[in-house]
């Protein structure tokens, strides 16, 4: 036990001595801290952040509105139960099954 403890000693003291040694120990931890405080300071939060009590906010692209009348939409979630000012142009269906036939039936484009 006692020469674990002397080649301890001899390792600890060696590499305490290396800048590469202290810098990877000490000097990353540090550094990764820093930015991690520093970047959402600078920038803010990176992305939006929903309230699930508020309606999304959907932005559609005017190519979908020239080719597509009324489209059709099957919601698994739950989370898009009304498509409100959207409900002239989206129908929310039950199942694919339902969807699939107002498709056929030409209810719906899309």
């Known amino acids: 036990m006692m020469r674990l403890w ?3 000693n001899y390792e600890l003291k060696r590499n305490l001595r290396r800048k590469g040694y202290l810098f990877a120990t000490f000097g990353i931890p540090v ?3 820093v930015l991690g405080s520093i970047f959402p300071l600078l920038f803010g939060n990176a992305g939006p952040q929903n ?3 508020e309606p999304f906010n959907v932005n559609i692209p005017s190519e979908f509105l020239r080719v597509v009348e009324h489209a059709g939409y099957v919601d ?3 989370l898009f139960t009304d498509p409100g000012e959207l409900r002239t142009l989206f129908s929310r269906y039950d199942d694919e099954a339902a969807a699939q036939a107002a498709l056929s039936a030409g209810e719906i484009d899309t």
């Open 31 to 33: 550094l990764a801290f």
């Open 51 to 53: 309230n699930p009590n």
């Open 6 to 8: 002397k080649v301890f």
């Open 76 to 78: 698994e979630t739950g």
